[in-house]
């Protein structure tokens, strides 16, 4: 059963038992209501209390059932608060832990509420491109107050309970957590008026430019995204409309964004993650490794941002560095970061402190022997990386995992350089590391099974997301990026601007377009990795404007100077005419006549440059699954997530009718024939008329 039913006197407990997070599947909607007619039957129960087990309340819908007709069958979420307010016995929700989504919906319909002190709540479906649909947007604002819900439903943001006692919840359960909710049953059941919710009024605040201004500021904060202004409209209808019809009016609002683009993306982008975890020949029950210390080797801005993330977590970690002056420059680069957290409100003193306690400088190999954890953030040139490896070999202690944060190096060839390769893996962060919640994790040719299960674990428990990845030049990411990149180079020496492709890629959902990445990163990045592959390879094609850039020292916001250029302590991105000179000065010597470009064909070249390149590494099984290419962008370079990634996008306009772009920029752009050539996978499924998201 994935409920229980117990009698404690007069009081009937009916817990909500649907591991991991009591989410409120087709069979515990079944036992709730089972359980509310068994009380409602029974003479002696004179209260029932609704609680969950495990130590929180219940995660909302089981995504185990989203998208499926049990999601549908009755009873409903609906039908199972309807059952609670008809009550002819108080209901009391017993609020514990996390009470999410459905889960505060089906608390708002009882008539009463109880939390402990460390209870969330929230309703976070405008995250999956909808609105509460089991009456919050109807609720919610009549127990709180318009203002407040409003905020809830827009942002999604969950809330401590005990914010909202004497509104939302009444009493504050201190001490013995189920004497505590039964005893307060016990006493409402004294009481026979048996309050709802839906009775209290919703009142709008006296500011008739409320909910305009509302709208306005949704607007600008969400990319024009239709569930938040769909919300306000759910809240001002609550204002407006009799409960009954506020509640027609929200799921008509809910069914219309259920089918909306949008959502679509979202709710693949949500499945797409928590799908990245599973690794078909690795089971659950894997046994891991186990990590207590931790080491990196590496001060500079990736080790730094790499030893934050684990120091984060709460894991000790010793930093390597060659140099004094190089590890005390780390140092104090790590502790300005956390002071600027301690300013912004985000971090307090005392736990700077702690995370810094927790940090442990060195010049010595002898002092990280033995941690159980080594991650090499050195620079990014392969003898480099083999004489690290060489000397962790030698000195770490049998069992230790061997990770690398090369972002395209051979994973192999340095697993090579030592006598364990087994023990080696790649873990691939992103700058800065201690804020991007992406995590490549690769998969060497002799990785063990028990050390890519533990990676993936550590993962988790540090707020990555960790996406695996065979071993390639550029992984998946980056491999994927030096596509998008060529495109981005190509359009600018055909006749767009910088300024002009960036602003096609942001105004398509970009995070931020190539060039402004370029200047963030540092472009001496790309041209280290360009020169490199210059050299193993002189068909490679070559971007002329940006090596002329880096020539000229003009690395990005670091040098104030790059594709664009900065102000002194400033990050605003300004044309310079300088690039402007370099641009005209590389189109005249290739006998190029720029020619005017729509923004449509950047959008379309940079993202399908992105999608055949991925279907080349789902035909070489470097990826797994076309969705975990999509949650690579998704989570790692700013592609808009309400697009769902680049295969899941290309989806949705059609293999076919990508490949027929595709064909056309071969034949207009000039480009080599093998650029636009579409990889097997993309052509196959293109012809089969299917999707590479299934």
């Avoid at 040139?381 to 004489?387: C, D, H, I, N, S």
Wanted: aromatic share 6%; glycine share 10%; proline share 6%.
């Amino acid at each position: 059963m994935t409920a229980h039913y117990v009698r404690d006197g007069a009081v009937a407990v009916v817990t909500l038992d649907n591991p991991p997070v009591n989410g409120m599947g087709h069979s515990t909607r079944v036992a709730i209501a089972d359980g509310l007619a068994k009380a409602a039957a029974d003479p002696a129960i004179r209260a029932i209390v609704l609680m969950g087990a495990n130590g929180l309340f219940s995660g909302g819908a089981d995504i185990r059932e989203f998208n499926t007709p049990k999601a549908l069958e009755k009873p409903t979420l609906r039908d199972l608060i309807a059952m609670c307010e008809a009550s002819p016995k108080p209901v009391v929700a017993a609020i514990e832990g996390n009470c999410m989504g459905g889960g505060l919906e089906l608390a708002l319909g009882c008539h009463y509420r109880v939390a402990s002190p460390k209870a969330w709540v929230a309703l976070p479906e405008v995250r999956l491109g909808l609105l509460p649909g089991a009456g919050g947007t109807q609720r919610l604002p009549r127990a709180i107050g318009v203002e407040r819900a409003l905020e809830m439903i827009v942002t999604g943001d969950p809330v401590l309970a005990d914010k909202l006692s004497g509104s939302l919840i009444g009493q504050v359960i201190t001490g013995d957590w189920l004497e505590g909710v039964v005893g307060y049953a016990r006493n409402v059941a004294r009481d026979d008026s048996r309050p709802r919710v839906r009775d209290r009024p919703a009142t709008a605040p006296d500011d008739p430019g409320y909910f305009a201004a509302a709208r306005a500021k949704a607007a600008k904060g969400s990319q024009n995204l239709p569930a938040p202004q769909r919300c306000i409209d759910a809240v001002e209808a609550a204002t407006t409309k009799a409960f009954d019809e506020g509640l027609a009016y929200e799921r008509e609002l809910f069914l219309a964004l259920m089918n909306s683009p949008e959502s679509r993306g979202l709710r693949h982008a949500f499945f797409s993650e928590r799908a990245a975890a599973r690794i078909p020949d690795v089971p659950s029950d894997t046994p891991v490794r186990t990590i207590r210390r931790i080491a990196v080797v590496g001060a500079g801005t990736m080790g730094g941002g790499i030893a934050m993330s684990f120091v984060n977590a709460g894991f000790p970690v010793t930093i390597l560095e060659t140099q004094q002056a190089a590890l005390d420059r780390g140092m104090v680069v790590i502790r300005a970061n956390y002071e600027s957290a301690v300013k912004r409100g985000k971090l307090t003193p005392e736990r700077l402190e702690q995370r810094m306690a927790l940090l442990t400088p060195t010049l010595s190999y002898d002092a990280i022997a033995d941690a159980d954890l080594v991650v090499e953030a050195v620079f990014e040139e392969m003898g480099v990386k083999e004489a690290v490896f060489r000397k962790l070999d030698e000195v770490m202690k049998p069992g230790a995992l061997l990770a690398t944060n090369t972002s395209t190096l051979d994973v192999d060839q340095i697993a090579a350089a030592t006598q364990r390769p087994r023990d080696v893996i790649g873990m691939h962060y992103f700058s800065p590391a201690n804020v991007m919640r992406l995590l490549e994790v690769v998969r060497g040719r002799e990785t063990a099974k028990d050390v890519l299960a533990t990676v993936m674990q550590l993962a988790k428990k540090t707020g990555k997301t960790a996406v695996v990845s065979g071993v390639c030049d550029g992984f998946i990411g980056n491999r994927m990026l030096k596509q998008y990149k060529a495109q981005a180079s190509a359009l600018v020496e055909e006749g767009a601007s910088p300024q002009q492709v960036d602003r096609a890629m942001e105004a398509f959902g970009m995070a931020m377009g190539p060039f402004r990445v370029g200047d963030l990163a540092g472009n001496d990045i790309g041209w280290a990795i360009r020169k490199r592959l210059y050299a193993e390879d002189p068909a490679t094609r070559k971007q002329p404007i940006g090596d002329r850039l880096c020539e000229m020292g003009r690395f990005g916001q670091k040098t104030g100077a790059g594709w664009y250029r900065y102000e002194p302590g400033k990050r605003e991105a300004l044309p310079d005419p300088a690039v402007d000179a370099v641009i005209d000065a590389v189109r005249s010597e290739m006998g190029i006549k720029p020619r005017a470009i729509e923004d449509r064909e950047i959008v379309e070249r940079c993202v399908y440059a992105l999608v055949n390149e991925a279907a080349h590494i789902l035909e070489e099984g470097v990826a797994r699954r076309a969705s975990d290419i999509d949650t690579v962008y998704l989570t790692g370079y700013g592609f808009p997530r309400h697009r769902g990634g680049p295969l899941f996008y290309a989806d949705r306009v059609g293999l076919a009718n990508v490949i027929a772009s595709m064909k056309q920029f071969a034949a207009t752009t000039g480009a080599d024939a093998s650029f636009w050539k579409p990889a097997a996978r993309l052509a196959r499924l293109a012809g089969e008329d299917k999707t590479f998201n299934p």
